[in-house]
């Protein structure tokens, strides 16, 4: 899920993070209520340590975050999934860190939503992080320069007093929108792994580092979004911005297409929840 401060929005650890979060065994949701999205509004959450607000947001959102599955690996969600939208409020029994109150969603989503799903392994179009030069023309990330960044309890982008920050958390994906269609897209202290899975959040396609590189990169791209998959030169883009595959070609990169063995949440069942 995307926090956005001043149109900055933060993606954290490439969207992997809430997947490797475990549900508490001794909290939950005690009261919740899901009521329709408004038409058109956009979507926002407020977050306390022991209440959640969701506006306006999807069912196939509140999959994809609070189980930590990416998009391409999500199968079998209808339609009606992606468009239509709720606002969503929870209470909980305790307080949690962020990290869990996402992860309490899931037997929200299960008992209201009748979710019921199977994991199974599927061959599916994948993209290969390789190198195309001796060197990744990345900085390495200097020793002390960024903080470790725990997914249970991300950042707030506050500081003492209030005031909105930008974290300078190793690993922490700072993804600007500019109004050109164009991704400023910064992550420090980060290798080419996480790297991959930050890069299958644009290219919605399971990405595999194959660089053999463990070293740790701070990391700045800008690419055209609505051409994030595509071979383009810059020159043909409205924005003369490249596309992702043609951003990551000029620092020695390159996304190879494959096919190959991928574990995907099958849904078997879902409907509409019941007003409340």
């Known amino acids: 899920m995307i926090k956005c401060y001043f149109a900055v929005c933060l993606l954290i650890a490439g969207?992997?993070?809430?997947?490797?979060?475990?549900?508490?065994?001794?909290?939950?949701?005690?009261?919740?209520?899901?009521?329709?999205?408004?038409?058109?509004?956009?979507?926002?959450?407020?977050?306390?340590?022991?209440e959640v607000r969701l506006d306006s947001i999807t069912l196939a959102q509140l999959v994809l975050t609070s189980y930590g599955v990416s998009k391409?690996?999500?199968?079998?969600?209808?339609?009606?999934?992606?468009?239509?939208?709720?606002?969503?409020?929870?209470?909980?029994?305790?307080?949690?860190?962020?990290?869990?109150?996402?992860?309490?969603w899931r037997a929200v989503v299960e008992d209201r939503f009748g979710l019921k799903f199977h994991r199974e392994s599927r061959y599916v179009s994948t993209f290969e992080l390789v190198t195309t030069s001796a060197k990744i023309d990345f900085p390495a990330t200097a020793p002390g320069t960024c903080e470790t960044l725990d997914p249970?309890?991300?950042?707030?982008?506050?500081?003492?007093?209030?005031?909105?920050?930008?974290?300078?958390?190793c690993r922490l994906v700072l993804a600007q929108q500019l109004p050109n269609?164009?991704?400023?897209?910064?992550?420090?202290?980060?290798?080419?792994?996480?790297?991959?899975?930050?890069?299958a959040?644009?290219?919605?396609?399971?990405?595999?580092?194959?660089?053999?590189?463990?070293?740790?990169?701070?990391?700045?791209?800008?690419?055209?979004?609505?051409?994030?998959?595509?071979p383009?030169?810059?020159?043909?883009?409205?924005?003369?911005?490249?596309?992702?595959?043609?951003a990551v070609k000029k620092v020695g990169l390159s996304l190879r297409s494959a096919r190959g063995p991928v574990s995907v949440m099958v849904i078997d069942h879902v409907n509409r929840p019941a007003g409340n």
């Open 152 to 169: 249970n309890n991300p950042p707030t982008g506050l500081d003492p007093n209030g005031k909105y920050i930008l974290p300078s958390n």
């Open 232 to 246: 383009s030169d810059a020159s043909d883009t409205p924005s003369g911005f490249p596309s992702l595959r043609d």
């Open 72 to 104: 391409d690996n999500l199968i079998g969600l209808p339609a009606w999934a992606f468009s239509e939208t709720y606002n969503l409020d929870g209470k909980s029994a305790k307080i949690a860190s962020p990290g869990q109150q996402w992860a309490m």
């Open 15 to 50: 969207r992997l993070a809430v997947g490797q979060l475990t549900v508490p065994k001794d909290n939950r949701y005690e009261v919740v209520s899901i009521k329709p999205g408004i038409p058109g509004a956009r979507y926002g959450q407020h977050i306390s340590p022991d």
């Open 201 to 230: 959040a644009y290219l919605e396609r399971p990405v595999f580092d194959h660089t053999n590189s463990t070293t740790l990169f701070d990391v700045h791209l800008k690419f055209e979004k609505d051409r994030a998959g595509g």
């Open 181 to 199: 269609g164009v991704v400023d897209l910064k992550v420090n202290g980060v290798d080419m792994k996480r790297f991959a899975g930050i890069l």
